[in-house]
């Protein structure tokens, strides 16, 4: 980790915001994920897990999956299965993962990429390892992070964005020791090329040891900051992180981390998920893999998936006996 690199001198830098305008904001709460199992048996940690739904509006639920080295015949994904009133997205740092979908939707996605389902009205997807991967075994590590739909969005027609690594916005921070991959949203005027109902940033970091990164952070959105490996501190408070643990920050407009001095020799920096959106403020009932705004819409739903209204699974994707 990480998939993609760079050389931070070359890369346009984000100015350490002015500290007589700025207010920093402060960490209300660090939680540890737990860990467990998804899918066909891939393990994740659960990295939301502790936090109130009124803390991550808009976001809903994150995995992280793996950091897992499969041997031969191990690794797994998951079975056909529905999803509406929201969005998926999933982002791979190491390894390969297939999707396909209802709607023509899909691809194969590694080392960087990210791809970007809408599931609106309702669609049936899946996620697995190529056959290869399978043979093979190897390193898998990524993040899938479901984001909520605003009820006047839920039954948008699905659609499906595939995100090269390459087309990640690269920043740096002010001081050279920060790395930035910008996925989705705008960061001091520097968009990613992520398209979203719910406007939302998610950045990818890593931070050297010692390197401070300040932030500009929009203050009407939410900020999580969850760490895929290695140490260091939220917050000008310096508040201690390890990977597997989510920062909770309260109200606004500059957020501060910065490197651990020393790291575990297998994980040299602080890598860091940046997460913000613009908090959507509507009742909230979910049901497994429904998101929807009221119990009558998740029975809609359940009725739906069960006429077959959210479509049919490809015929070339149909087991053959």
Known sequence: MPAVTADTL??????????????????????????????????VRRAFAGVSAAELDPFIHMDQMGEVEYAPGEPKGTAWHPHRGFETVTYIIDGVFEHADSHGGGGTITNGDTQWMTAGSGILHIEKPPEHLVMSGGLF??????????GAN??????????????????????????????AGDVAGHPGPGSTFT?????????????????????????????????GTVGTEGRPVRKGQLAVFGKGDVLTLKGATNQPAAEPNLDVLLLG?????????????FVMNTREEILQALQDFQSGRFGVIPGEHIPHT
């Open 199 to 231: 406007p939302i940033t998610l950045i990818h970091a890593t931070i050297s040891p010692r390197a401070e990164l300040q932030l500009p952070w929009r203050a009407d959105f939410n900020a999580l900051a969850y760490v895929l490996s290695g140490n």
């Open 10 to 43: 070359t890369l346009p830098r984000i100015a350490v915001p002015d500290a007589a305008s700025a207010v920093q904001r402060p960490v209300r709460a660090v939680t540890t994920a737990p860990s467990g199992f998804e899918g066909e048996g891939f393990p």
């Open 154 to 183: 839920k039954f948008n027609p699905p659609r499906y964005q595939d995100i090269r690594a390459k087309q990640a916005s690269l920043l740096s921070s002010a001081d050279g020791g920060a790395l930035l991959r910008v996925i």
């Open 277 to 289: 959106g613009l908090p959507i403020r509507e009742p909230v009932v979910q049901y497994g893999p």
């Open 141 to 150: 590590h990524g993040i899938q992070l479901w984001v909520n739909l605003p």
